[in-house]
């Protein structure tokens, strides 16, 4: 697993569309917490992109699959289903 740490989180991310969605939305909540002097903006962008990292890490393929099915559904192109959420939880033993 990464750290938690911005340089960590971004040095996991193998998939270009995550970097770059990582570096915007970086900025943004630079700007964000320049604006209100409060970090729980930056706080939350760390644990969401930190999550993101951790999965990028355990799945990197699944992950270029997940932006490969995205801009087909963007073009209006047919994008195959998965599996329900339910069922994909219900085989983690998650009960919903």
């Known amino acids: ?30 700007d964000e917490v320049r604006v209100s002097l409060d970090l729980g903006a ?16 355990r799945d990197p393929d699944g992950r270029r699959q997940m932006h490969a099915r995205v801009e087909q559904a963007l073009a209006g192109e047919e994008v195959p289903r998965g599996k329900p959420w339910r ?3 219900a085989a ?3 009960d919903v």
Request: hydrophobic share 55%; net charge positive.
């Open 92 to 94: 983690r033993g998650i």
């Open 42 to 57: 930056l706080n939350a962008f760390v644990h969401r992109w930190w999550i993101s990292a951790c999965d990028s890490a």
């Open 87 to 89: 069922e994909v939880l």
């Open 1 to 30: 697993m990464p750290g938690k740490n911005l340089r960590a989180i971004r040095a996991a991310l193998v998939v270009p569309q995550d970097r770059e969605a990582f570096d915007a939305g970086l900025k943004a909540v630079l």
